[in-house]
């Protein structure tokens, strides 16, 4: 019997998969963050939504990742009310130096 990990590892391997396995990862990783930072300051879901000049259904539908398209100004503007950072993070830069026949600078 295989494990998930296993499993995984090999849908991977199939790129338009990876790349979907990505991208949601991602929405629900900024899902996870928002919704655990608005709960540990006490705060419902309309709190941030007034102080960033949304709907706290805009805020129910990004923490739930119902959105596919959650704007990157609405997660700033609710990332902002919540004192958090939004950045990225690169993944693998040696990856895409293969693939692009660059080479990493350090």
Do not use: W
């Amino acid at each position: 019997m295989r494990t998930h990990r296993e499993y995984l590892a090999s849908e991977l391997k199939d790129e338009a998969f990876a790349r979907e396995f990505r991208r949601e990862k991602a929405q629900l990783r900024i899902a996870y963050d928002i919704q655990t930072t608005r709960q540990r300051l006490g705060l419902t879901q309309k709190d941030p939504a007034g102080m960033a000049g949304v709907t706290q259904q805009m805020v129910s539908r990004i923490e739930t990742t119902r959105t596919p398209n959650m704007t990157h100004g609405s997660i700033c503007k609710i990332a902002e009310v919540l004192g958090m950072d939004v950045g990225l993070v690169a993944r693998r830069p040696a990856r895409v130096a293969a693939k692009t026949g660059k080479k990493v600078r350090a």
